[in-house]
């Protein structure tokens, strides 16, 4: 599903983010890539989302060679990876499922088709009562669930969920663990990069540790170790 072989990145002046890195993530697993600030998550997800590319090596998604990818092929792979952020990013001035919709309409879906997932969507967040409300007026883990929601309407094969619970409770963390956890069970590969040493140890999924650039540990059932 996802391979890195022999990543690296390098930024100037001669500052290494990843050093030499691989790393193969299997179709339908859920993975947590833990580390520190610093130690080269962030620029894994830029290279994975085609925000950035890689100094060296070679990397795949779903058997694309993203590795040289250009510019007007980068939306099409953010229709395969699915990418939830710690900071919601939802539009104000939109309720949630104007919200979802939005990321259906830039990409030329009729009204017909949108009509017909963005309920589907919202119903597997927990959102279906809560449609017509704006961000500033729910919580901040149901703007996360509709974050997810819009993350999930290009039904991707792959979810990256970049720190989603940086800006949560612990309860509201949970429930958004707990609602990945479900997406899994669909089928859909999830990636969570994070350093919240509650919630990757009580996953007991596997576990990818990064420290200083390089993949220091990789285990079946993992847990934080720095």
């Known amino acids: ?66 590795t040289n990818i250009g510019q ?40 017909t088709k949108i009509g017909s997932i963005v309920p589907q969507v919202m119903k597997i967040v927990g959102l279906e009562d809560k449609q017509g409300r704006y961000p500033h007026e729910v919580s901040g883990g149901e703007q996360q669930r509709a974050a997810i929601a819009r993350a999930l309407v290009h039904r991707p094969k792959i979810l990256l969920a970049d720190e989603p619970t940086g800006n949560l409770d612990s309860i509201n963390a949970n429930e958004i663990i707990e609602l990945l956890l479900r997406i899994n069970r669909f089928g ?23 420290d200083n650039g390089v993949i220091v540990s990789d285990q079946e059932v993992g847990k934080y170790i720095l």
């Open 72 to 111: 007007r092929e980068v939306p099409w792979l953010r229709r395969q990876i699915g990418v939830i952020f710690q900071d919601f990013k939802l539009l104000p001035k939109k309720n949630l499922r104007e919200n979802v919709s939005f990321a259906l309409e830039v990409c030329g879906n009729t009204p």
């Open 1 to 66: 599903m996802i391979k890195l072989l022999n990543i690296s990145k390098i930024y100037h002046p001669d500052v290494a983010a990843l050093k030499d890195v691989n790393l193969h993530i299997k179709p339908g697993e859920f993975i947590s890539i833990v580390g520190q600030s610093g130690t080269g998550k962030t620029t894994m997800v830029k290279i994975l989302t085609g925000e950035e590319r890689a100094s060296s090596g070679k990397v795949l998604v779903g058997g694309w060679d993203i």
């Open 188 to 210: 859909t590969t999830v990636v969570l990069v994070t350093h919240n040493r509650e919630v990757v140890n009580k996953l007991k999924r596997r576990v990818i540790t990064l």
